[in-house]
């Protein structure tokens, strides 16, 4: 992200080098939307005082003219503000320019961009109008923000062809096979939280498959020496316990607050996991394993779904799954909607997985379906 009186300059430069897939501003109507409750002040103002009875003349004139200047001044600084507001696709990136005084200018690289969706309040659907965000792996909000625009579905499908075409061929295998041996196939796991992905993962490793756990390697991988290193010279030893080890508390608490310093720790971490799962995986094949299940928090988010063979949806009501975080997490259905909503909506996560498994019964019968699963996916993909 990008911010401060530069920023025009850097969107000229962005355009010079990658011309514009779409360039659009908000609809007029931002105008009146911007400040809404200034504006009806204003249109109240006026209204009340051309409505004093003619037995008074010009006892309504001051509300008249006090209505007028207030709703000249909120009108005419939102003409400015929305003459100031750029929304860009390029072949690289998505962006969003905003501000009068002081411009900024926030981007998500296309190939980054895991969360797209369409927002609309009360007085955009009345206009017709909607927002649409744009966000990469694991951030609780949207980074580019594109407010007020018509026909946003329009644009939420123009944006989103352009980032499944910025996303490469497809997924690929981690490894090739072993000289004169077989491929271990490579599953992971998305679904709704609460919606038992451990549960089909450990029933998998009952099969034979490798069970990699992506948040727990993610979390080891703090415990390194280098990383530690690394994030006591960007952090200060503040991100450290009593102990000398990495406080993951406090680090969450850094990059859930800063989308920048997330993605910094990504960089570092990411590759770390990647190398870790790649070696198990390859470690599967040389010993004869039918395959390895990733169980990741984020997998599509992250970008992980790309080294996977194939990808399985673990679907289960909302019902059960509220039953179940409430039991293991203590949750409430408010948590579970919030935590929800910093992910990729369920019917995302659906339209991009190979295969369905429910989990909603009992034990020994996801035992038959996952085995039911396994048999299709090998015939499919190995």
Not at 17 to 25: S, V, Y
Request: glycine content about 10%; hydrophobic content about 45%; aromatic content about 4%.
């Amino acid at each position: 992200m990008a911010s401060g009186s530069s920023s025009g300059g850097i969107l000229r430069r962005w355009l010079a080098d990658e011309p514009a897939r779409l360039a659009l501003r908000p609809s007029p109507w931002f105008i009146v939307l911007r400040t809404p409750r200034a504006v009806a002040f204003g249109v109240a103002c006026v209204g009340a005082g051309l409505a004093i009875p003619e037995f008074t003349p010009g006892s309504g004139d001051a509300l008249v003219w006090a209505g007028s200047v207030v709703l000249a001044g909120v009108l005419g600084w939102n003409v400015v503000e929305w003459l100031s507001r750029l929304y860009v696709m390029t072949d690289t990136r998505v962006a969003a320019v905003a501000g009068v005084l002081n411009q900024s200018v926030t981007e998500v690289s296309l190939r980054d961009v895991r969360h797209l969706a369409v927002a609309r309040s009360l007085l955009e659907r009345l206009t017709g109008l909607g927002t649409l965000g744009a966000a990469s792996a694991g951030t609780g909000g949207f980074e580019v923000v594109w407010v007020n625009l018509a026909r946003a579905h329009e644009r939420l499908d123009a944006v989103r062809r352009a980032v499944d075409g910025a996303g490469g061929p497809g997924p690929t295998p981690v490894t090739p096979a072993p000289p004169g041996g077989r491929r271990a196939l490579v599953v992971g796991l998305v679904g709704g939280i609460g919606a038992g992905k451990s549960a089909v993962a450990r029933a998998m490793g009952e099969l034979g498959f490798v069970v990699i756990d992506s948040d727990r390697e993610a979390k080891a991988a703090l415990d390194r020496p280098e990383v530690r290193d690394e994030l006591v010279r960007w952090w200060g030893k503040g991100v450290l316990g009593a102990e000398g080890r990495v406080d993951r508390k406090v680090v969450a608490g850094i990059v859930f607050a800063d989308a920048a310093e997330r993605r910094r720790l990504e960089a570092l971490v990411h590759p770390l996991v990647k190398a870790t799962r790649a070696e198990l995986v390859g470690r599967a094949a040389a010993e004869g394993k039918p395959g390895v299940v990733v169980d990741a928090p984020l997998l599509i988010e992250a970008g992980s779904d790309a080294e996977c063979d194939a990808v399985v949806f673990v679907d289960a009501p909302r019902e059960r799954r509220l039953e179940r975080v409430r039991a293991t997490r203590g949750w409430d259905e408010a948590e579970l909607t919030r935590r929800e909503a910093a992910q990729l909506p369920l019917e995302a996560k659906r339209a991009r997985a190979d295969a369905v498994v429910l989990n909603d019964s009992d034990p020994a019968t996801l035992r038959r379906r996952v085995e039911a699963l396994v048999e299709d996916l090998s015939e499919r993909f190995t």
